[in-house]
């Protein structure tokens, strides 16, 4: 297999990464990345360019319909930069320095994006044979996977294979725990705090709840354990002298593949007192193609074993690219890879980037990583061609 050189379209990978990290996309207001990726993608001769109803940018490079589809994934919102004064280097310039790409969205996920957009570069100059192979930029990855979740059906049948492009740094990451936002509700009764014998203090009924909840039995899979905690507390007055009506606690609860939704509902009613309620939260997100949808705050949890063929593929791709064994991992985050795994995708983690910068004001990535993962890519093409179809 020829190799691609550095030199051939490097500079231009990191002017695009660089355009992209330049360019604010915070969740629902990515339409001008969305733009930039149609136009590099025009540029880099795909087959087909289109941009679905809710603004998910699809890239198609044809192959052979003999050999499975690949599918590289990622997303093109980042969370919002709310104090550039914070930042060592300013978070949209793009700026290269001590080895990296600085800037919002640099390592989650604008440089692994780049990279993603530039495979038919790739392809052009190595002496790969493949099957289809989509490239699939999503929106409102950062606000519960929107894009992903309502990416089209008629897309999603068309893959055989996926790889996502949130910080693994060139680890191979298997599975991650999901996240649940839940609100929970207690009742009492208001009252002026001089006479709280005229109320009933919904905080009592919080306080027993977050013991029993802190003592929590979780549940344990594989090499991870879900977890939940209470993340905000609010009530229904902002006054200091009165007893509220109505106290609210958000949890963040973390699950494993093997706990569904009606299993951390009744777990958590189990702990509640009769006055208590709780609901997953429920937010609505409006896209930058003007749709509107009411979602849940549940990001789904996946595992794919070690012994699945595209784990060992990918393994065996990266360890002959590399000349190292490949490091298997998961997720401590959510990612959108568990909308995919609903399908019937199998779909693994592979990225330079590295999560410790993630969401950080040191937000970053890695050149060397870069140079390593572009390395691999041709080995990995190569070999999840050789795989069976999904469908045959």
């Known amino acids: 297999m020829k190799a691609p050189r550095e030199s051939d ?35 880099l001769g795909y087959d087909e360019i289109w941009i679905d109803r809710v603004g998910n940018v699809i890239g198609l490079v044809k192959g052979d319909r003999d050999k ?61 044979k493949h099957g289809d192979i989509y490239v699939v930029e999503v929106v409102q990855e950062e606000v519960g ?10 897309v999603k049948d068309e893959i055989d294979y996926a790889i996502n492009g949130e910080p693994t740094s060139n680890r191979i990451h298997i599975g991650q725990r999901g996240r649940t936002e839940l609100v929970v509700t207690l009742k009492g009764k208001s009252a002026h705090a001089s006479r709280p014998w005229q109320g009933k203090n919904p905080f009592y009924d919080m306080a027993k709840f977050i013991l029993k909840l802190e003592n929590l039995k979780m549940t344990r899979y594989d090499e991870i ?7 905000l507390c609010k009530t229904d007055t902002e006054t ?14 973390r699950d494993v593949p093997i706990e569904s939704e009606a299993y951390i509902m009744k777990t958590m009613r ?23 949808f009411q979602m849940k705050r549940r990001k789904l949890p996946f595992s794919i074993g070690e012994n699945h063929p595209l784990v060992k593929t990918v393994a065996q791709a990266v360890r002959s690219a590399l000349g190292k064994e490949a490091e298997i991992g998961w997720w401590e ?34 050149l060397q990583l870069m140079k390593e993962a572009l390395e691999c890519y041709p080995a990995i093409i190569s070999d999840i061609s050789k795989l069976k179809k999904r469908k045959s």
């Open 9 to 43: 379209f490097w500079p231009d990978l990191i002017r695009f990464c660089q355009k992209l990290i330049q360019t604010p996309s915070a969740s629902g207001h990515e339409g001008e990345v969305a733009e930039l990726v149609q136009a590099e993608m025009q540029k």
């Open 68 to 128: 499975p589809s690949i599918c590289f994934t990622a997303h093109m919102d980042t969370v919002p930069c709310d104090d550039e004064s914070k930042w060592e280097y300013p978070p949209y310039s793009g700026v290269i320095a001590e080895g990296y790409v600085h800037g919002r969205g640099a390592g989650d996920v604008k440089g692994p994006l780049a990279m993603q957009v530039y495979v038919p570069r790739l392809l052009r100059e190595s002496d790969v």
């Open 145 to 154: 996977g929107l894009g992903s979740k309502h990416l089209d059906d008629d």
């Open 225 to 231: 354990e879900s977890t939940v905690v209470p993340t």
């Open 240 to 253: 200091s002298n009165v007893i509220p009506g109505e106290c609210r606690l958000v949890l963040d609860w």
């Open 270 to 292: 189990a702990l509640l007192p009769e006055s208590g309620e709780v609901q997953i939260a429920e937010y609505e997100l409006k896209t930058y193609t003007g749709l509107t």
């Open 333 to 366: 985050g959510a990612t959108d890879c568990g909308y995919f795994a609903a399908a019937g995708i199998p779909i693994i983690g592979f990225s330079p980037s590295e999560s410790k910068y993630s969401h950080t004001t040191r937000e970053r990535i890695s």
